[in-house]
């Protein structure tokens, strides 16, 4: 890219997108070794929470599907039929459905409204999947780029919503080089989040809340134009909740001296492409 040839950056970008077919990015990573501890505890049910879109029910959905598992989505809001892509695709892949209102989905013990709908034996994943198996999985992401880099990244940079892809990435790196996330949410609390996911105190990581386009999963028309461009240009796919307003951010950064000459940035792309199908549905086909 011109731009990051003026400025002397080089990007590389990690296709986490394409680890799995139907359980991608740091989706798969967050859920292996969840499905494994349900495995080595004889657990046949996986209980998880998550929104009408949310990328973490498609992916729960369709591991139980591959890896023999029956599972349940407890969902935020009213059912609305017919069903949007994105539950469709976990319903197809086996997944059942319990709809619940917003007030009661706020609960801080998901744990104990999950047991009062399901009072048989599960294994339970909070909502986006975030717990220390998580975490340990995504801090696999480290190890790999060392091997399949010879220069090693100066910044990890990635997307950001519940916090444990970058936890695990950061614990990878044990303080080596420094990690950037772009956060998908309004407001700066993440950091707050995100330290009470990490075993120690680190000072190589920040939070970037200034590329959330308005919220969570809002846009507007230049992050449209950015990823449709990016991706006839590029040959990589985007999407508008997580990479997009990653990649966007960075090239931004890049624009504006953020990052020293010389500079090499890994950007995780950690999926999520088949949310473009429900966003697509709903704002009509804007997304090439």
């Known amino acids: 890219m011109p731009l990051l040839d003026t400025k002397g950056i080089r990007l590389f970008i990690k296709r986490d997108d394409e680890i799995h077919p139907k359980i991608a ?5 967050k859920l292996k070794y969840n499905l494994a501890e349900a495995k080595a505890r004889k657990l046949s049910t996986l209980v998880t929470f998550g929104g009408a879109f949310s990328n973490h029910i498609a992916a ?46 706020r609960t801080p013990d998901r744990l104990a409204l999950a047991q009062s709908l399901y009072p048989q034996p599960f294994y339970f994943i909070p909502e986006g999947g975030t717990n220390h198996l998580a975490i340990k999985g995504c801090m696999e992401i480290v190890k790999e780029t060392q091997h399949q880099l010879e220069e090693q990244p100066d910044y ?37 989040e995100v330290r009470t996911l990490l075993s120690q105190t680190y000072t190589n990581w920040t939070i970037n809340t200034d590329y959330h386009f308005g919220g969570y999963a809002k846009f507007k028309p230049a992050l449209i134009d950015f990823i449709n461009d990016f991706k006839q240009t590029q040959g990589i796919p985007l999407e508008p909740i997580y990479t997009g307003k990653m990649l966007y951010g960075i090239l931004d950064l890049v624009q504006h001296d953020y990052f020293p000459k010389g500079s090499r940035i890994l950007a995780i792309h950690t999926g999520g492409l088949q949310g473009i199908r429900g966003f697509n549905q709903r704002f009509g086909d804007i997304l090439i």
């Open 156 to 192: 990890y940079a990635l997307a950001c919503g519940t916090g444990g892809t970058i936890a695990g990435v950061i614990e990878g790196l044990q303080g080596k080089a420094q990690v950037l996330g772009f956060s998908a949410l309004k407001g700066d609390f993440l950091k707050a």
């Open 60 to 105: 729960t959905a369709a591991a139980g599907k591959a890896f023999g598992f029956q599972t349940i989505g407890i969902i935020r809001g009213e059912a609305v039929l017919p069903l949007n892509p994105t539950l469709q695709l976990a319903h197809d892949y086996g997944m059942q459905f319990h709809f619940v209102d917003r007030a009661t989905y």
């Open 25 to 29: 990015g740091n989706k798969w990573r």
